[in-house]
Structures are given as C-alpha cells and as structure tokens.
C-alpha cells in the first residue's frame, strides 16, 4: 500500500480526532453561532447529494447511467417507502449485479 | 447487523481502492466514522488525491461538531479526558444516548459506541482479508453499496424545502463538474450550497 494511502488514514484520523474531540474540550456549554451552525445543519445534504450522484451517474470523468444507477435507484424507492438501510443495500446489490450478469 | 455489513463493504471496497488489508483495518480503527470513511475512499477509488479525499472526510464528519457541543455539558473532567469521550460519538449512539433538554447518558453512549466499534472492526477485517473469495466487486454489484448506503442516509435529511433545494443544488454542482474538474473536487465543491444556511431561518434545527 503505498505511502499515500497511509497520509489518508492519517489525516482522516487527526481531523476527526479534532472535529470530535472540538465541542468537548472547546465550547462546552455554549452554543454555536447560528449561522454557523445553519451551514453545519445543512452540510450533510449537499455532500450525500454530491456523492451519491458522482458514484451513481457517473464513471471516472464521464457522465455514466449503466446497472449501479438502477440499484441505487431501488434503493432509494425502498427508503422512500419507509424500508431501512439494510434491505435497501442489499436491493441495490441485487438489483445492480442482476442487471450485470444479464449483459 | 446494518453496520457489520457496511463494515464488510467497506474492508473490500477498500482493497479495490489500493489499500492492504492492514490499512483498511487501521483506518476503521482509528477514523471510526463510517461516512467520512466511505467518502475519502470512494474519492480514491474515483481517482481522487488524497487532500480532496480527507477534505471531504472532514467536510462529512463536520456534522459531529454541533453534536459534539450538545453532549459537552454531560461531560466530566479535564479537558483531555473530555476530549477522549468526545470520541465516543457516533450517529446511532448519540442518537440514542440523547435523553433530551440537553441531557445524555454517556455511560449509554460509551457502551453502545463500544459494540459498535467491535462490530466494525470485525466487519471491516472480515471484508478486507476474506472479500478476495468473494471475487469481482463490480460482478457482484458491491459498487452499489457506497451510494445506496448515501441515499438512506439522504433522504431522511430532506424533510424541509431548504434541504431539498441544497441537495439538489449539491448534486447539479457535482454532476456539472465531473466532465470537467480531478476527481473529488466535484463533491468538495457542492459543499458551497450549504452556504446558503448562513442565511438565517426561523427554525434551526440542531444536528444533521
């Protein structure tokens, strides 16, 4: 594994370390400004959004739909319908393997 | 059982990403954020430099802050011995550990971060060292995981209009990059519609 790769553990490692450990030791018993945490709050959809369709619509550099962006999409209606994580990871599996093995 | 298999998902997407079996059981051992994890190596596997890959770690993790600030109070102890329990947040546990008014039982919150831990550890190594007997990933559709395991953790987020219009935002900022921008740097750069919460709003919600 190459060096790089352990320079990604490492930094992942310290800045979670920090991120958890900030509130904690630094602003215990106060809250943050609100428009900070405005942005905070909002954070998590814009990034799960981003992810989800680089993985899901696209390969590489180039915008992709193939077998992936079928599972991911059951996935989603499962969730939709109130399903929980699991069945709703195993359908995108199924889903996307299914539609691979039939070419 | 969701987080063993997210785990095992995890150890053998990490493998096709370039890490040793070794690496992927160190990084769940000392990053133990699943999402952040899932983010930087989906990021390398796509091709990513590292600084985009942890930057999106960061940027994902970012969420434990507020969380991090309401369990402060029900913390006791030096500065590094809180900053040592603050560790021990992870969605579920903090979620279930909230006993409201602002009040946790952290001794909840230890023990359930503790199984949790154990639990992604064991999946993570199971995943690493065994996933090569599972053969191709992509044959298997284990590419899938990684976005499906995105989605159920979206679509929660989207009770209001504003959510749904920074998702959306997000992912046309992501998508219109992809042809043009390294990989990672799309994700980094949707993280600007979630700037639009500097703008206030009558009801702040706390944690995402």
Known sequence: MSAELWALIAGCAVVTFAIKAAGPVALGGRDLPPRFAGVIAIMAPALLAALIVTQALADGERLHVGADTAGVTAAGIVVWRGGSVLPAVSLAVVVTAGLRALG | ?208
Not at chain 2, 40 to 56: D, K, L, M
Not at chain 2, 184 to 201: C, E, I, N, T, Y
Request: proline share 4%.
């Open chain 2, 1 to 208: 059982m969701a987080g063993g298999v997210l785990a095992l998902s995890f150890g053998v997407l990490a493998r096709e990403a370039g890490f040793s079996a070794l690496g992927a059981l160190v990084m769940s051992a000392i990053v133990f954020a699943g999402s952040a994890q899932f983010a930087a190596i989906s990021i390398i596997a796509a091709g990513g430099g590292i600084g985009a890959a942890i930057g999106a770690a960061a940027l994902m993790n970012s969420r434990f802050l507020p969380m991090g600030i309401a369990l402060a109070p029900s913390l006791s102890g030096s500065a590094l011995r809180r900053a040592a329990q603050g560790q021990s947040v992870v969605d579920a546990s903090w979620a279930l550990a909230n006993q409201g008014e602002g009040r946790f039982d952290r001794h909840f919150l230890f023990g359930a971060s503790a199984v949790q831990y154990v639990t992604w550890l064991g999946g993570t190594a199971a995943g690493a060292f065994g996933g090569s007997a599972l053969g191709d990933p992509r044959t298997l559709g284990l590419d899938a995981i990684f976005p499906a395991f995105f989605v159920s953790l979206l679509l929660p987020e989207l009770r209001d209009a504003r959510s749904r219009g920074v998702a959306l935002a997000g992912a046309l900022i992501a998508l219109a990059l992809v042809p043009v921008a390294p990989a990672g740097v799309p994700v980094l750069a949707a993280s600007a519609a979630a700037l639009v919460g500097l703008k206030r709003q009558h009801a702040q919600r706390t944690a995402a």
